[in-house]
C-alpha cells in the first residue's frame, strides 16, 4: 500500500495492478468523500475536502486536492491525466457541476464550473472564475480570476476571450458524450487481469 494510502471503500474501482493504488489521504480532519461506482487510475491523489458524485472517473496522475478548502464535484465528472484541482485557504472553494469533462493537464483553482461543461486540454481556471452550463473553455486558455464564462459560450486564448456561442443542444450533445465516453473507459480497467 502507498504510504497514506488507506483501503478503498468496495464500490470504487481501480486500476487491477495489486501494486499500485490510489491516494486517499485524510488532512486536518478532512477525509475524501467518493460516491459509487468511481474509477480512481493507480497514482491519482485525493487529499482531504473533497466530495464527488457517483460515476466519476479520476485519470492518471491528477491530483484533487483539498487541504486548504473545499472541492466538490458533481456526478458523472472525468477528471483526465495529470490534471490539479486546488483552492486558496479561506478564499475560495472549487465546486464542479455534473457531466462535466476535464481534458489533460488542466488547474483549476478555487473556481466554479457549471454543469455540462467542457474544460479543453492544458487550460488555467484561476480563483473566483465561474465557467457556465455548457460552456467550453479551449485548449490551452487562461480563464483569469474573477472572469464569468455565461451558459454556452465558446473562450479561448490566454487570457481567454469570449469567442462565440454554442448551440445549446450541440454543446450538450458534444459535452454529455465525452462524459459518458470516460464512464465507459473506466471499465475496460475493471476488464484487466
Known amino acids: ?16 495492478n495489486k501494486n499500485n493504488m490510489a491516494i486517499i489521504k485524510k488532512v486536518r480532519g478532512y477525509e475524501p468523500k467518493v460516491g459509487s461506482n468511481c474509477f480512481l487510475a493507480d497514482n491519482a491523489v485525493v487529499v482531504g475536502d473533497v466530495t464527488m458524485g457517483d460515476d466519476c472517473s479520476i485519470w492518471f496522475g491528477a491530483v484533487l486536492r483539498g487541504d486548504v478548502n473545499t472541492i466538490t464535484i458533481g456526478n458523472r465528472v472525468n477528471i483526465q491525466d495529470n490534471s490539479t484541482i486546488h483552492t486558496l485557504y479561506e478564499k475560495s472553494v472549487t465546486e464542479i457541476g455534473n457531466d462535466v469533462s476535464i ?22 481556471i484561476l480563483d473566483h472564475a465561474e465557467i457556465g ?22 473562450w479561448a486564448g490566454s487570457p481567454a476571450k469570449f469567442k462565440k456561442m454554442v448551440d445549446p443542444s450541440q454543446a450538450s450533445e458534444i459535452n454529455v458524450k465525452i462524459a459518458k465516453n470516460y464512464l465507459m473507459y473506466s471499465t475496460w480497467y475493471d476488464q484487466e487481469e
Open 103 to 124: 481534458g489533460h493537464n488542466v488547474v483549476i483553482h478555487g473556481a466554479k464550473i457549471g454543469d455540462m461543461a467542457l474544460i479543453g486540454m492544458g487550460s488555467v
Open 1 to 16: 500500500m502507498l504510504y497514506g494510502a488507506r483501503p478503498l471503500k468496495k464500490d470504487i474501482k481501480t486500476t487491477k
Open 133 to 154: 452550463e455548457g460552456a467550453i473553455i479551449a485548449a490551452g486558455s487562461v480563464v483569469l480570476g474573477g472572469t464569468k464564462v455565461g451558459a454556452h459560450e465558446l
